[in-house]
Nanobody, 123 residues
């Protein structure tokens, strides 16, 4: 089992920054790749960013590339999502997820999910 706990969400204004954190615990071999997803009201959940746990290779959706940065602290078993230049359309519940597969993060199946953290960006 893998446990994921997100934190760092909140209410900000357009143009502001937020950093989300995801603390991971449990079976390390079940989390080869860590991902961030988001789901806005009335919309399907979408991939935001992903990173290989044992490396630095990262993948981003086109809507956040250049504004968001995913990173991980190997020693603290924590993955971060730095979100800059936030826009109202970034408003969503953000979820951290772990995949035991290896490959391009956006194409993998994710087995473990956190509870989500709300990000609201006002215009």
């Amino acid at each position: 089992q893998v446990q994921l706990v997100e934190s760092g969400g909140g209410l900000v204004q357009a143009g502001d920054s937020l950093r989300l954190s995801c603390a991971a615990s449990g079976r390390t071999f079940s989390r080869n790749v860590m991902g961030w997803f988001r789901q806005a009201p009335g919309k399907e959940r979408e991939f935001v960013a992903g990173i290989v746990w044992s490396g630095t290779s990262a993948d981003y959706s086109g809507s956040v590339k250049g504004r968001f940065t995913i990173s991980r602290d190997y020693a603290k078993n924590t993955v971060f999502l730095q979100m800059d230049s936030l826009k109202p359309e970034d408003t969503a519940v953000y979820y951290c997820a772990a995949s035991s597969e290896i490959g391009t993060p956006r194409r993998l199946k994710y087995d473990y999910w956190g509870q989500g953290t709300q990000v609201t960006v006002s215009s």
